[in-house]
Structure formats: C-alpha cells, structure tokens
C-alpha cells in the first residue's frame, strides 16, 4: 500500500498564494511521476501540472507562469506552488503518484484532496 497525505489548502484571496504539499509513504520501491489534478463541482478532474523523475514538467495552460510544481525525491513529497490566484482556482486539488512498490508490482495513488478557495 502506498499513501499519499496532502496539506496546505485553504482560503485565500484573489492575488494571494498557497503552497500544497503531498508525501507519499509506504511500500515504495521507485517513483516516476507526480502530479496534481484539480476538480471543481461539476466539473471533471483535470491535470494542473506533472513532474516526471528526470523528464519535463507539464503544465496545464492555465497554471502557466503562475504555478510552480518541484519534488523532493528524498522525502517522496511534490509541491505546488500557487501564485496569483484567482477565484477560477477554486476547486479540491488532488496529488497523484505513480511507481513501482518493487521491481514488479506498479502503484497508481491518489491522495485525499484539499480544498482550495479563492475569494474575489
């Protein structure tokens, strides 16, 4: 089992910053991707930015020049930068890791979601 721990939602103003953070623990052998998704209501879950282990990081249009995603691959934890929010912002913002728990067995994970509120 793999776990995945997310913190650092909340509210904000538009204009301010947040900084989400999300560990992974448990039976890890490798991780190759991480990545955090968002979804508000009634919408769909969509990619906001994916850092690979050593390719490039991808980022959705929207997160362009204001969103910063970075990990720390000795603490298995991926960061999210989040600058000049706007209340577009707002929505549950969910990390996704992929990996291998050994040499054979790959994980996909999910964390649990953090709630991100931009108020006009």
């Known amino acids: 089992q793999v776990q995945l721990v997310e913190s650092g939602g909340g509210l904000v103003q538009a204009g301010g910053s947040l900084r989400l953070s999300c560990a992974a623990s448990?039976?890890?052998?490798?991780?190759?991707?991480m990545g955090w998704y968002r979804q508000a209501p009634g919408n769909r879950r969509d990619l906001v930015a994916i850092?690979?282990?050593?390719?490039?990081?991808n980022y959705a249009d929207s997160a362009k020049g204001r969103f910063t995603i970075s990990r720390d691959n000795a603490k298995n934890t991926v960061y999210l930068q989040m600058n000049s929010l706007k209340p577009e912002d707002t929505a549950v913002y969910y990390c996704?890791?992929?990996?291998?728990?050994?040499?054979?067995?790959?994980?996909?994970?999910w964390g649990q979601g953090t709630q991100v509120t931009v108020s006009s």
């Open positions: 996704n890791v992929l990996g291998y728990r050994d040499q054979l067995r790959p994980f996909d994970s």
């Open positions: 448990g039976s890890i052998f490798s991780i190759s991707s």
């Open positions: 850092i690979p282990r050593g390719g490039d990081i």
